[in-house]
């Protein structure tokens, strides 16, 4: 009978002491992971004869997270581009760079990247802030307390830098400017907190945004950009409007882009691109810019048909895609990926880098399979690449075996990273795929583990599980992650739920 009472009496206590120490409902990784909101508006004033521009930005910053900010850090890409960076400090002693260290020793400061803050406020109250190398700390008056919104603004000067790698003016081929990773951008705040790494050559992350960006530029400049063009009618220049223009070569011309949920804002400019279009439907529309003297004409006419038969095959095979327009762009220095548009160089063969051997159509296939990797579901590509690279690259092969499946003489073009990764691997120098991106002491270590040993990591892993629950897997991954920087676990646990097949064993083999 005591023993009745007693625990008559006990149990609602016990009930009640859980009740009280039992934490509030842990957010999902996915929710951590979108701590930042940011809407950025942008005003660009650029003198191309000097390859400079000014510049004003405004950042609404909404802290999701449930930590409280006293500080706030950014990323300024340009500065990389000077003697005594970081950036050149590794490309002389880095092996395979392809260069990279001659030519960072022989620019001169005419040729030098550099962002120069005028001023920055949060608030309208100016604030204290220091810049070392790409990065800069902003010490807040006011710590950002959790699910608080401030306004950022700054005010800056540029210079864009000769083009080295992917970025700046006067690319291999002739293209004048190649604007990417080309603004004061915010670093990314998720789980593992700040991500304030210096740039020194290879890969980004950064939390997705709103932009409304203008442009005033020389009009005899065509301009290709993330976004829509808000103003077609004034501008022209080959996008659609339903009007044909002249277009006034004697002044400037305001480009006003607006995109929504991507995590960066790339574009090029050029005063001899042919902008051809597709219009898919009245959601989603292709634009597609190339300059006739350096690229391989014959292929540029014939990729807007093809591009259009790869966005129909992803969906079908991975998901939708999330955004209204897709541009192709001959720029930069060799293919890279941007939300809502490829950068890729404009002849073929391609003659350097991974790609080399490459023709255009093949380049541009691999930067189009970003688009839902890199762009949409967006993980963090300095830790771990292969998420992105080694899904693209194996998109690419399963697309290129579809074309060819008529065939059966054709070797399946997994073979090519299987050709690329057993050298080293008889000689025990595989490095693992999860070495974060910039720790690897060579380009082609780089390549082999992020892109071949990440696409043949797909290839057995759809072997072990079997085809069904491979894209059944893949198709729940895309769904889940979309806009949500996933990790290694955050995919295998999907693959798990798919095939009801413990795999974490098979992701630590790697």
Known sequence: MIRYYLLKIMLPLAAALVWIVLPAQVPDIKTMNQAQRLSYLMKIDFNASANTFSGYQQVKYENNSADTLRNIFYHLFYNAFQRGSAMEERAMFIRDQEGYGQKMQALKPSEYGYHIIDSLKINGISQSYSVTGTILKIDLLQSIDPHASVIIELWFKSQVPKMIMRTGRNNP??????????????????????????YIRREFYGPFADFDVSIKMDSAYTIAATGILQNADQVGHG???????????????LWQFKANTVHDFAWAADTAYVHLTNKISDSLQFHFFYKPATASVEDWKEIPEQVADIFSWMEKMVGPYPYPRYSLVQGGSGGTEYPML???????????GMSKGYSVLTLAIHEIMHNWWYAAVANDENRNAWLDEGFALFFQYEYSDAMKKNDNSAMRAIQASYDQILPPAKMNALEPMSTPSEYFGANWSYDVSAYHKGAIFLNQLKYIIGEEMFWKGIKKYYSKWMFGHPDGDDFINCMEQASGIQLKWYLDLW
């Open 239 to 253: 996008y659609y409007s339903g009007k044909v223009l002249s277009n006034n070569r004697d002044k400037k011309l």
């Open 342 to 352: 490829s950068m890729i160089l404009g002849h073929r063969p391609v003659t350097k």
């Open 173 to 198: 081929e002739g293209v004048q400017f190649t604007m990417t990773q080309w603004y004061p951008k915010i670093a990314a705040y998720d789980r593992a907190g700040w991500h304030a790494n210096e």
